[in-house]
Nanobody
Framework: QVQLVESGGGLVQAGGSLRLSCAAS????????MGWFRQAPGKEREFVAR????????AYADSVKGRFTITRDNAKNTVYLQMNSLKPEDTAVYYC????????????WGQGTQVTVSS
């Protein structure tokens, strides 16, 4: 089992920045990659970014490339999402998730943290 706890959400004006954190506990040695997803009201959950636990290979959704950066601190079992140049359309509940293998689905999820960007 892997437990995930997000933090760092809040209210920010357009053009501002926020940094989200996701602390993992439990069987963290089993983690292959960590991802960030978001879900806006009335919309389906969508992929934002991911990073492999070893090697730090990253991938981003086109909508956040150049604005968001995902990093990890293996010693702290924590993944971060630095969000810059925020837009109102970034408003959503942000979730982190853990994947236990390259062919596995993201099977562990945090409770989510609200990000609201005002225009």
């Amino acid at each position: 089992q892997v437990q995930l706890v997000e933090s760092g959400g809040g209210l920010v004006q357009a053009g501002g920045s926020l940094r989200l954190s996701c602390a993992a506990s439990g069987r963290t040695v089993s983690i292959y990659s960590m991802g960030w997803f978001r879900q806006a009201p009335g919309k389906e959950r969508e992929f934002v970014a991911r990073i492999t636990w070893n090697g730090g290979w990253t991938a981003y959704a086109d909508s956040v490339k150049g604005r968001f950066t995902i990093t990890r601190d293996n010693a702290k079992n924590t993944v971060y999402l630095q969000m810059n140049s925020l837009k109102p359309e970034d408003t959503a509940v942000y979730y982190c998730a853990a994947q236990l293998g390259p062919r596995n689905q993201y099977s562990y999820w945090g409770q989510g943290t609200q990000v609201t960007v005002s225009s």
